[in-house]
């Protein structure tokens, strides 16, 4: 078994479906996961939004959209006299979700995970079809009934061991061996909606790869393998050919795009390699990520935007005994929010977390239990790993820097924009 993950940029039209057929056609036992097509989640977040201040109308306007781009596809790669009834009916269901629904802040993460799932759902019904009709024999997965995650909205973690059993039994006495299943989606143990963290379809597929022994996993993008940086901001962006799990973890965990960073463990647990291979020439090497490779001492540059910059003060000064270090954690952990760096004094904390809709809730809360807060949202992160004498003289010295973090092997630079 084989696991493939497409992201959405790979299937946001009529022409990158035909291009996913191609890839697959000749393969026997496979799993692909499939993120939700082109910027469907951005406008599901809409409809979302929409939904938060009661304005079924404007939903349903941006539902009518999300619609139509969906329908674009299908007629292009169908024709325009076929109708998939499943997609008709889970945009039905989308509908009635906002039309029935009494919204309550309190509930804000439950709902965004109920809405914004429809588009992996969506993509994989249209997916799994046009491989049907193209001589590809497949099982549609439904991964909210295969995924038992924690009883976590918007950012849950997989229970790999009940998991191993529900993806099992999804698949068992399959007369097909090619399955289709959604990425960043799972289900809670309350049977609601969950989603994994945004880009978490990389997560989803090497949950897939450990529990069913891939002999390989590969994410399909638009760039030719893993890059030291972003071409887009960093032009003399290099490919880097192999790395391994650690590398690849403190990339992740820094911000790099190029993998989720809850992928790495499932892989890693069982030795199973990570291609990243370029979605528009399926016979190129790309790049490999695994356990048997040597660290790799190349400059990584990543830059991570929507941050926000925290100061914290106590005001008993207890900060000299750490005293409250854990409590300052566990309030961020609670409001799921996702701390970055973290820089101190003797009473004077500093923390780079990515920008959420509770900050100001967990703002509430800390001056409530003894802190001054202040907030600057003005500021973006940059991680450069083994930099070189060069590029620490090109970065460190920015004028627009707050706060500078050097190792002997690592620069971290909060700056404003």
Sequence with gaps: MKVYKFGGASVKDAAGVRNL????????????????????????EGVFQAMQVGDEKLAMERIDLSY???????????????TIEQVDTLFEQLRNTVRNTIYRPSDAELWYDTIVAFGELISTTIISNYL????????????????????????????????????????????????VGQGFIGGAPDGTTTTLGREGSDYSAAIVANVLDAESMSVWKDVDGILNADPKIFPDARKIERLNYMDTIEMAYSGAQIIHPKTIKPLQQKNIPLYVRPFGNKNAQGSVITGDVERVYEPIMILKSNQVLLKLHSRDLSFVLEEKFATVFTTFDSHRIRINLVHNSAVDLFMAVDASWHIDDAISEL?????????????????IRYYTDELYHRYAFDDRIIIKQTTPHSLRLVRTK
Excluded: C, P
């Design 132 to 179: 049907r009709g193209h001589g590809v024999e497949n099982r549609w997965v439904d991964m909210r009934r295969a995924f038992l995650t924690e009883q976590r909205h918007k950012d849950a973690n997989v229970n790999l061991e009940a998991t191993e059993v529900r993806l099992k039994r999804e698949i068992a006495g399959s007369e097909v061996s090619v399955f």
């Design 21 to 44: 057929l191609d890839i697959v056609k000749d393969e026997k036992e496979l799993f692909i996961i499939v993120s939700a097509m082109g910027k469907t989640t951005n406008a599901l």
């Design 367 to 383: 001056e409530g239990i003894g802190f001054d807060v202040e907030k600057r949202d003005d500021v973006e992160m940059v991680t």
């Design 68 to 82: 139509a781009y969906h329908r674009g596809i299908i007629d292009d790669l169908m024709g325009a006299d076929i």
